[in-house]
């Protein structure tokens, strides 16, 4: 992490890199108490392995296209996420996010302490 | 609020309103354990009052453009926030905001328990 992290009440670009993407990392925007945002960059075909965190979350969907897989009740659910759409999840659902097109979002996690 | 809120891993749309911003209330989207998230809708010149909550939030400017006024230490900090910025605050930080340009914004919120 190269940047130093937001402070309160400063603006974070969040727009779409565009073609920036390619060359855009995954970055932690800041944390703050109970609550940690970060930028998540997925280009197509790359994907975040399952995995679950304590906290509620919700997934912003910034450009591009994700798949969201959710595991529930032993079955597997998933659901395209478009540029402009966000969902959220409950805190300990094991989950797994995928890009179908080059995509950036926004993700945000209830710290649980 | 007329419409029911979001389930789990369901897409809800927050994409600009564009012309249809003049005709859309303000809205809750979900509440879920330890987050809530609704879509402020504030034309220009219109405002959100001085108000605080305990937990920490983001606002994220969707389209337009606004100010955010932060008490802090006795003093008013002011801030514009355009469209694809977001910022956050600390809980229990009192604050204000108000539309400059016609303006839709995401407001997360940790709810404290």
């Given amino acids: 992490m190269a940047l130093p992290h937001a402070a309160p009440?400063?603006?974070?670009?969040v727009a779409p890199l565009g073609a920036a993407l390619a060359t855009t990392?995954?970055?932690a925007?800041?944390?703050?108490?109970?609550l940690e945002v970060m930028r998540l960059v997925l280009p197509a075909g790359k994907s975040l392995p399952p995995h679950k965190?304590?906290?509620?979350?919700?997934?912003?969907?910034?450009e591009g296209e994700l798949e969201l897989t959710v595991q529930r009740d032993g079955a597997e659910?998933?659901?395209?996420?478009q540029a402009g759409q966000l969902c959220y999840?409950?805190?300990?659902v094991v989950h797994a996010v995928s890009g179908v097109i080059d995509a950036s979002a926004l993700v945000t996690i209830v710290l649980r302490r």
């Fill in 89 to 92: 999840l409950e805190g300990g």
């Fill in 9 to 13: 009440a400063q603006p974070i670009d």
């Fill in 29 to 34: 925007l800041f944390k703050a108490g109970g």
């Fill in 77 to 81: 659910q998933r659901q395209r996420l």
């Fill in 53 to 62: 965190v304590d906290g509620e979350i919700t997934l912003h969907c910034i």
């Fill in 25 to 27: 990392p995954t970055s």
